[in-house]
């Protein structure tokens, strides 16, 4: 089936040690978008790719950073995480870019911060 | 500015019985789209439907039904006949001005149905 994969589905790092987080998917699509959603708050977007164009939500901290090597493959980067970091992460794709289309989440990688 | 109101933080029914979660949103935009996701424990969130603003049809799909009012800016969700399996933080989302697909969510309703 197709579908949206985030590897790891729980991670634990320490305070300050750089953590990355996967996404993979395998519906060939165009966008892809990094939410970061703290506990009993809705998602919030962080960044996306339109293929290689990169987008940066203005309120992103600098800590975070992404990857896109390829179609398929997208990675958060979490530079010196704080204890302000702790939340779900999720990928969503998007087949075009817009706002008529729907994005088609993972199931989440839940980071810890000790 | 644009933003998403659901003012229903919980809800908790008894297995059968119908609900209605409340969204409400605000736009300038003529043309927008409005989204209902799922987000069962388990984490991911589930696409369950779109709607483009100039569509106020009304759609029914198995057990679930969407009322989209233009006049009220609100855009509620039925389920009939509530199952346990239903039970879920449900989130309703507006299409961002930019166009770039960003969403803006409400802050979600977390539905309990018990048996």
């Known amino acids: 089936d197709a579908m949206v994969i985030q590897n790891p589905r729980y991670q634990v790092t320490q305070f300050g040690k750089p953590v990355t987080l996967s996404c993979s998917q395998t519906?060939?699509?165009?966008?892809m978008y990094w939410y970061q959603q703290k506990s009993s708050q809705a998602p919030k977007l962080l960044f996306h790719?339109?293929?290689?164009?990169?987008?940066n939500e203005a309120d992103t901290p600098d800590n975070f950073q992404s990857r896109r090597p390829n179609t398929s493959f997208c990675f958060l980067d979490i530079r010196s995480p704080g204890l302000g970091d702790a939340a779900m992460y999720l990928c969503?794709?998007?087949?075009?870019?817009?706002?008529?289309?729907?994005?088609?989440f993972g199931p989440g990688t839940r980071l810890t911060v000790t | 500015a644009q933003k998403v109101t659901q003012a229903q933080t919980e809800i908790s029914v008894v297995e059968k019985e119908d609900v209605t979660l409340d969204c409400v949103y605000e736009?300038?935009?003529?043309?927008?789209?409005l989204f209902w996701y799922k987000q069962p424990p388990s984490g991911e969130l589930v696409f369950l439907i779109r709607?483009?603003?100039?569509?106020?049809q009304n759609e029914i799909s198995g057990r679930y039904s969407w009322n989209f009012q233009k006049s009220t800016s609100s855009f509620n969700f039925t389920i009939t006949a509530s199952q346990v399996v239903d039970s879920a933080v449900y989130f309703c989302?507006?299409?961002?001005?930019?166009?770039?697909?960003?969403?803006?969510f409400g802050q979600g309703t977390t539905l309990q149905v018990k048996p």
């Open positions: 969503a794709t998007s087949r075009v870019k817009g706002s008529s289309y729907e994005q088609y």
């Open positions: 519906l060939n699509h165009n966008v």
């Open positions: 790719y339109y293929d290689k164009d990169f987008n």
């Open positions: 736009t300038r935009d003529t043309t927008y789209y």
């Open positions: 709607r483009n603003s100039f569509d106020e």
């Open positions: 989302a507006l299409s961002d001005s930019s166009n770039t697909g960003k969403l803006i």
